[in-house]
């Protein structure tokens, strides 16, 4: 079995910074593309940023130059570094990771975090 376990959601100002942090354990061979996603309530979950084994980062166009992906490959770990937080950030932030596990390939996610920017 393979867990996602995220953590550092939670309420920030309007302009604000939060980090937030998603460490993966279990069944893992390989960690491929990781990433961050987020969701509302009635909308759909929508990329906030990516990025590959190899360092390669993609981000939804209105989270460039606010936010930042990182990861560190002997933790199993991805980070997003978020500044210049907006209300309109305010969401359930989902990690996502894709992983090969010995014998098949998997997508998992975590469990959500919440972030909420108070204007």
């Known amino acids: 079995q393979v867990q996602l376990v995220e953590s550092g959601g939670g309420l920030v100002q309007d302009g604000g910074s939060l980090r937030l942090s998603c460490a993966a354990s279990g069944r893992i061979f390989s960690l491929n593309t990781m990433g961050w996603y987020r969701q509302v309530p009635g909308k759909q979950r929508e990329k906030v940023a990516t990025?590959?084994?190899?360092?390669?980062?993609s981000y939804a166009d209105s989270m460039k130059g606010r936010f930042t992906i990182s990861r560190a490959n002997a933790k199993n770990t991805v980070y997003l570094q978020m500044n210049s937080l907006k209300p309109e950030d305010t969401s359930v932030y989902y990690c996502y990771a894709a992983i090969w596990s010995g014998r098949e390939h998997g997508d998992y996610w975590g469990q959500g975090t919440q972030v909420t920017v108070s204007s």
């Open positions: 990025i590959t084994s190899g360092g390669t980062t």
